[in-house]
């Protein structure tokens, strides 16, 4: 049930726990999303609450929605301010030679017929800063925590694959693709005017469990 999802509610805001493999918003290779059960989200209310951002199709977690469109477009404000904290936790294919550091590579979008589109380092590109720190290494394989300042498209899985050269661990397009992709956005939190703030932090997911990796965060 999507609705036991929730993390966190209140009268304009809600977040949730989005399972990896469900697209936020519909396309071509996306046709069913989230958008076709945002009618559980009702709790009580007539409007549908709308996503605020994105996650990957196949990253799990933290997903804030608005429950009416003025909260929507603040939120929105917040996310382009920098005013919302994020954490991601990923397994990396591989170890980092060091255990923390940041990544700052501007990132652009490459389109073939053959291929489809991606997103590569492009110094032309827009601007992306990735902080991340390793916080348990395992079978040859880093657990990270990644706090990005931006949020571009695909930006954590290109900062790893390029920045660091260790793509994350299931990727089907900057990495081998064997396996769930391994990245679960696991914390959100952003402070608003007086209002307590948002703030919610979603449990491991069974794709982790199942790799071995569920008590990482002790």
Known sequence: MLEDRVLFIDGEAMV????????VHPGSKTPESLEDYLHHFRFGFRRLPLPVHRLDRDTSGCLLLARNPKAHKRFQRAFEEKKVEKSYVAVLDGVPEREEGQIDLPLGKVSTREEGWRIVHDVKGKPALTRWRTIAVKDGRAVLLFTPTTGRTHQLRVHAAEG??????????????????????LSLKMEREGKTPVEATAPLPPTFVNAGFGDVLG
């Open 16 to 23: 949730i726990d989005k399972p990896a493999g469900l697209a």
């Open 164 to 185: 660091l050269g260790l793509p994350i661990s299931g990727d089907p397009i900057y990495g081998a693709g064997r396996g769930p992709m391994l990245l679960h956005a």
